[in-house]
RNA sequence: GGAGAGGUGGCCGAGUGGUCGAAGGCGCUCGCCUGCUAAGCGAGUAAGGGGGUUAUUCUCCUUCGAGGGUUCGAAUCCCUCCCUCUCCGCCA
């Protein structure tokens, strides 16, 4: 959510971003709601004084014992309370429409971030790692999967439906060992704290993120509840710290959590349907931070390393990205993209998605830290990023390490978290 | 699932209809004292919103888990919901 006095204040200025990245905001409904709404908070406010000033003086008169003073003054006060009751509902109604409006506005882009309309607009960054020329014709995990019988996606479709996935064997293995490798990566060298949220959050965690009021039928909802199935592990974590003050000795807090995501996916119908790429359920190590404004953009820096660490430990050529205004997420103020090579596309593939979010999500979900020299409380920033999405990471590794016969090589970091196994073969 | 207790400021905790945004303590900030540390003494210390200045100050309103109700007036009484704790039952 944005300052509502900051738009006020710099409504062009503004208007002027939002449209960069797309959206097309009515400031003059938005002037309206604003202006009708301080209108009403004003009477009511004039009416709760005179409430107040009243009930002090009755206090007074009870217990000078003037009842005949009292009675008439009791039947004033009727009045006003029962205009307070009726304003205040209009009032209420306003605010929340005011609430409404203003869940819907996405996050303003940072300065640095290009402006596009679509993800041909965004900017390269750099690139790691030399795409290996085979001598043969790389075949596409799909393929792999089913030629080592450690993915079977037919059978998953019986379970459950299309876009599930069912690991078998060293396939299995392969997605446990890269949840635990990244978890002590990033605890261990990167400082960051593991957590282990719930897999489901409530209305107001996934407002306080920004995916809901808007973006309902991209998740999955439990019937009879108010909970959700998390698209991310962004959602729970994030709102750890929900309605809290923190101490600003505290930031950065940084946290890293494993959790499978659920997503509808609904719009994406003919997109990505072969493999495991796009799925309603997948595997995610998702770090986040809460920060200092004074550093957040070093810390959204800090965070895409950490992310890109992984690949790199991994040995798969990536490069990243800076999303253009008309790419970006609607919470987030500047995002990278982490891509990982896919041979059989012979192009980059999204594996990561490190974004910070500046106060936005802050505002939302209220989280606020208290100034070491003791001044007014203020938002934090918060980050996240994917560190990385664990079902892209095998993508990348059946298809970067197949050799000539049909095996998989495991990378010499994962051996230890592969029971020993350096090879995946028939 | 059954029975009971409870949700109050950054934290703990008192408060059963007006003098309560709320005692006391802890923590924190500033000052004093002190060889260092600790202790001691004094003062200050909630958030959100409206108005006015916009630099500080000022002023008003709201908020005692959430939402309704009773009342001239609710932290306090009533109803519904959420959450926590204790005991019993069941269960991974």
Not at 88 to 117: C, K, Q, W, Y
Not at 284 to 294: A, Q, R
Request: aromatic residues 8%.
């Amino acid at each position: 959510m944005l300052d509502s006095k900051h738009m006020e204040e710099n409504m062009l200025e503004v208007k002027k971003r939002l449209e960069s990245r797309g959206a097309e905001i009515d400031f003059d409904e938005f002037r309206a709601l604003d202006l009708g709404r301080k209108e009403i908070i004003k009477k009511v406010e004039e009416l709760e004084r005179e409430r107040n000033l009243g009930s002090k003086k009755m206090g007074e008169l009870m217990r000078g014992g003037k009842k005949d003073e009292a009675a008439d003054l009791q039947e004033q006060m009727r009045l006003i309370s029962e205009q307070i009751r009726d304003l205040g509902e209009l009032r209420a109604r306003a605010e929340e429409e005011f609430r409404n409006f203003m869940l819907t506005i996405p996050n303003i882009p940072h300065d640095s971030v290009p402006i596009g309309r679509s993800d041909t607009d965004n900017l390269e960054i750099r690139k790691w790692g030399e795409p290996k020329d085979f001598d043969f014709e790389p075949k596409d995990h799909v393929e792999i999967g089913k030629d080592l019988d450690i993915l079977d996606l037919d059978r998953a479709a019986k379970i459950t439906g299309a876009r599930f996935a069912l690991y078998k064997g060293l396939g299995a293995r392969l997605e446990r060992a890269l949840v635990n490798f990244m978890l002590d990566l990033h605890t261990n060298e990167h400082g960051y704290t593991e957590v282990l949220p719930p897999f489901m959050a409530n209305t107001e965690s996934f407002i306080g993120t920004g995916n809901l009021p808007k973006f309902e039928e991209d998740l999955f909802k439990i019937e009879g509840t108010n909970f959700y199935l998390i698209p991310t592990a962004e959602v729970p974590v994030t709102n750890i710290h929900r309605d809290e003050i923190l101490k600003e000795d505290e930031l950065p807090i940084k946290y890293v959590a494993y959790t499978p995501c659920f997503r509808s996916e609904a719009g994406s119908y003919g997109k990505d349907v072969k493999g495991i790429i796009r799925q309603h359920q997948f595997n995610k190590v998702e770090l986040v931070k809460f920060s200092n404004p004074n550093s957040s953009y070093e810390e959204h820096e800090s965070l895409t390393s950490d992310a890109a660490r992984v690949l790199e430990l991994l040995g798969l050529p990536y490069r990243v990205v800076a999303l253009c205004t008309g790419d970006m997420g609607f919470s987030s103020a500047k995002t990278y993209d982490l891509e990982v090579w896919v041979p059989s596309e012979k192009t980059y593939r999204e594996i990561s998605s490190c974004s910070n979010f500046e106060d936005f999500q802050a505002r939302r979900a209220s989280i606020r830290y208290r100034p070491k020299d003791g001044g007014k409380v203020k938002l934090v920033h918060t980050l996240n990023g994917s560190g990385l999405a664990v079902g892209r990471t095998v993508i990348g590794i059946l298809e970067n390490y197949q050799e000539a016969d049909g095996s998989v090589t495991i990378p010499e970091v994962l051996v230890p978290y592969m029971g020993g196994a350096t090879s995946i073969t028939r």
